[in-house]
Protein backbone atom coordinates (compact mmCIF):
# COMPACT_ATOMS: atom_id res chain seq x y z
CA UNK A 1 0.00 0.00 0.00
CA UNK A 2 1.50 3.19 -0.79
CA UNK A 3 -0.60 7.05 0.30
CA UNK A 4 -1.19 9.62 -1.61
CA UNK A 5 -1.82 13.39 -1.32
CA UNK A 6 -4.73 14.40 -3.53
CA UNK A 7 -4.80 18.15 -3.33
CA UNK A 8 -6.96 21.33 -5.00
CA UNK A 9 -5.57 24.67 -5.08
CA UNK A 10 -7.01 27.50 -3.13
CA UNK A 11 -9.75 29.43 -4.93
CA UNK A 12 -10.22 26.69 -7.52
CA UNK A 13 -13.72 26.52 -5.80
CA UNK A 14 -14.48 30.25 -6.42
CA UNK A 15 -16.82 29.40 -9.34
CA UNK A 16 -19.29 27.50 -7.15
CA UNK A 17 -22.79 29.48 -6.51
CA UNK A 18 -23.10 30.58 -2.88
CA UNK A 19 -26.13 28.14 -2.52
CA UNK A 20 -24.21 25.23 -3.86
CA UNK A 21 -21.89 25.36 -1.38
CA UNK A 22 -23.83 22.74 0.63
CA UNK A 23 -24.59 20.42 -1.47
CA UNK A 24 -20.73 20.39 -2.37
CA UNK A 25 -20.07 19.95 0.83
CA UNK A 26 -22.36 17.16 1.25
CA UNK A 27 -21.20 15.43 -1.72
CA UNK A 28 -17.15 15.51 -0.33
CA UNK A 29 -18.18 14.55 2.71
CA UNK A 30 -19.87 11.53 1.00
CA UNK A 31 -16.61 10.66 -0.17
CA UNK A 32 -14.64 10.48 2.83
CA UNK A 33 -17.23 8.44 4.12
CA UNK A 34 -16.81 6.10 1.22
CA UNK A 35 -13.32 6.03 1.32
CA UNK A 36 -13.68 5.60 5.19
CA UNK A 37 -15.66 2.49 4.60
CA UNK A 38 -13.46 1.21 2.03
CA UNK A 39 -10.53 1.67 4.51
CA UNK A 40 -8.15 3.58 2.54
CA UNK A 41 -9.21 6.96 4.69
CA UNK A 42 -6.21 8.52 6.13
CA UNK A 43 -6.95 12.34 6.67
CA UNK A 44 -8.88 15.23 4.53
CA UNK A 45 -9.44 18.72 5.36
CA UNK A 46 -9.40 21.84 3.90
CA UNK A 47 -7.32 25.08 4.72
CA UNK A 48 -8.62 28.48 6.10
CA UNK A 49 -6.88 31.67 4.65
CA UNK A 50 -9.28 34.16 6.46
CA UNK A 51 -8.43 33.56 10.11
CA UNK A 52 -4.57 32.79 10.31
CA UNK A 53 -2.27 33.97 7.37
CA UNK A 54 -0.29 31.68 5.98
CA UNK A 55 3.52 31.38 7.44
CA UNK A 56 7.31 29.82 6.78
CA UNK A 57 9.44 28.99 9.66
CA UNK A 58 12.96 29.29 8.63
CA UNK A 59 15.99 27.03 9.31
CA UNK A 60 16.98 29.95 11.88
CA UNK A 61 13.89 30.00 13.68
CA UNK A 62 13.21 32.99 11.80
CA UNK A 63 8.95 33.37 11.28
CA UNK A 64 7.95 35.49 8.16
CA UNK A 65 4.44 35.79 6.49
CA UNK A 66 3.60 34.09 3.22
CA UNK A 67 3.82 32.35 0.97
CA UNK A 68 0.81 35.24 0.16
CA UNK A 69 -2.96 34.67 -0.80
CA UNK A 70 -2.78 35.78 -4.53
CA UNK A 71 0.16 32.94 -4.83
CA UNK A 72 -0.41 29.73 -7.12
CA UNK A 73 1.14 27.55 -4.78
CA UNK A 74 -1.44 27.32 -2.25
CA UNK A 75 -3.55 24.19 -1.46
CA UNK A 76 -7.22 24.49 -0.44
CA UNK A 77 -7.92 21.43 0.43
CA UNK A 78 -6.28 17.90 0.77
CA UNK A 79 -7.07 14.25 1.14
CA UNK A 80 -4.55 11.33 2.28
CA UNK A 81 -5.26 7.94 1.11
CA UNK A 82 -3.55 4.72 1.62
CA UNK A 83 -4.11 2.85 -1.63
CA UNK A 84 -2.29 -0.13 -3.63
CA UNK A 85 -1.56 1.50 -6.87
CA UNK A 86 -1.73 5.05 -8.34
CA UNK A 87 -4.63 3.97 -10.29
CA UNK A 88 -6.20 3.65 -7.28
CA UNK A 89 -4.99 7.14 -5.47
CA UNK A 90 -6.79 8.34 -9.19
CA UNK A 91 -10.04 6.90 -9.18
CA UNK A 92 -10.19 8.82 -5.40
CA UNK A 93 -8.85 12.14 -6.47
CA UNK A 94 -11.37 11.36 -9.58
CA UNK A 95 -14.69 10.89 -6.98
CA UNK A 96 -13.09 14.38 -5.24
CA UNK A 97 -12.79 16.22 -8.49
CA UNK A 98 -16.63 15.48 -9.01
CA UNK A 99 -17.78 16.30 -5.52
CA UNK A 100 -16.03 19.43 -5.29
CA UNK A 101 -16.35 20.72 -8.67
CA UNK A 102 -12.77 21.10 -9.38
CA UNK A 103 -9.80 19.49 -10.41
CA UNK A 104 -7.19 17.22 -8.13
CA UNK A 105 -3.62 17.15 -7.72
CA UNK A 106 -2.40 13.56 -7.03
CA UNK A 107 1.56 13.22 -5.48
CA UNK A 108 2.60 9.82 -3.68
CA UNK A 109 3.93 10.39 -0.57
CA UNK A 110 7.84 9.08 0.50
CA UNK A 111 7.26 6.34 1.79
CA UNK A 112 9.49 5.85 5.78
CA UNK A 113 9.76 2.85 7.20
CA UNK A 114 10.30 4.50 10.73
CA UNK A 115 7.13 6.01 10.50
Not at 70 to 80: Q, T, V
Request: glycine share 10%; charged share 25%; net charge negative.
Amino acid sequence: MARYLITFENGSMDHIREEDVPEVGKAAHAVVQEAKDAGVFIFAGGLDYGTMKPAVVGTDGVVTDGPYPESKELIGGFAIVDVPAREAALEWAGKFAVACRCAQDVRELMYDPEI
